[in-house]
């Protein structure tokens, strides 16, 4: 397995808000290959304005397909607080939200979740405009 391939771009704001809660989580802070700490520790940040459209951010609609099953899915990654199962919204903490923040449309990742080692393929990025939950 190898992510380093892929590329973590995030924003200022998204890198800051993520930086600050992943040191005051409890656990969040071990930086392992696959921990949100260790995607913030190897992030290239950009300025706010300058994010690539398709890239995953905090509030993005994400669709992906897990490529054994090839079964897709679709939801908005947002901070814990603002994860609503009902509503598809789930948390940047979670496996699957910290896998793919920072990825873009087109890219690959392996992550281990709860069910073991998953591969994933990003299909589209949607930015939400003015929802930042």
Do not use: C
Request: hydrophobic share 40%.
């Amino acid at each position: 397995m190898n992510n380093e391939k892929n590329h973590v771009i995030l924003s200022e704001e998204d890198f800051r808000m993520l930086k600050q809660f992943a040191e005051n989580f409890p656990g969040a802070g071990k930086a392992n290959e696959m921990s949100l700490s260790y995607e913030l520790s190897r992030a290239v940040v950009v300025e706010n304005g300058e994010l690539p459209a398709d890239s995953i951010r905090l509030n993005s609609h994400v669709k992906v397909r897990e490529l054994t099953s090839n079964k897709e899915m679709e939801f908005s990654i947002v901070m814990p607080a603002f994860a609503d199962f009902n509503h598809r919204k789930i948390s940047v903490l979670t496996p699957m939200g910290a896998a793919l923040i920072g990825l873009r449309k087109g890219e690959t990742v392996e992550w281990k979740m709860p069910a073991g080692m998953k591969k994933f393929e990003v299909l589209d990025v949607t930015q939400v405009v003015d929802d930042r939950q």
